[in-house]
């Protein structure tokens, strides 16, 4: 079975990754770290630090970097998301969003590794944001974030719900279909699938 090691600081990435991978045959192990994000404008440039950050680490290395964008909010807070949640909380998006449109969309770009070659998969959701935080489950804005076509927040859902249409569920079954098709082609290295640097599979 093949094996890849997801390295993150989020418990909820894991999870919901490792639920992902699981019908792929893909045995994913979590390596917990903290990985440099420099300033950027794009989640793509984020992926490939930390790309750069886990050339110590042996056989295929997944990573992933993901954000909530606001169109009314010119796409904030994008590629600041986590900086924002963890100094801000919900509270400044919502009363933002009292006159604003809102409209909302999350993004995954995932990343893997192995050895020098690397490849980026990207998956999306679009929703909107409720008016008031509803929800236990998930993490981060889950408790804000209303998938178009439902009436309830992420983290009003179980995470199987989640990762039917997930941003993050969406990139990374785009790896374990790539995974999939790896495997199946047997002595062939070349990359199958997915894109290879520096370019992005959309
Ligand atoms: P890493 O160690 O993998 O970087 P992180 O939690 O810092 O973990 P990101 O920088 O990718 O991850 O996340 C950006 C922010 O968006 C952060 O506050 C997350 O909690 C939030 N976020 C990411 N995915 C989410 C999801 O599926 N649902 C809700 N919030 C999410």
Sequence with gaps: ???????STNPGKF???????????VET?????????PQADEL???VDAKLDAVRDLRGYVLVEDSG???PSLKGFPGVYSAHFLSLWGFEPILELLRRRDRHAFFRTVAGVRFGPDRWQFVGQVRGSIAREPAGRNGFGYDPIFVP????RTFAEAPTEAKNAISHRAQAVRKVGAWFAKRSGASGRKPPIGGSHHPSTSR
């Design 1 to 7: 079975m093949p094996a890849v090691t997801f390295v």
């Design 15 to 25: 999870r919901e990754v490792r639920d992902v991978l699981v019908p792929f045959g």
């Design 29 to 37: 192990r979590w390596e917990r770290r903290s990985l440099p994000e």
């Design 44 to 46: 793509s440039e984020v």
């Design 68 to 70: 909530l964008f606001i």
């Design 148 to 151: 178009e076509g439902w009436h």
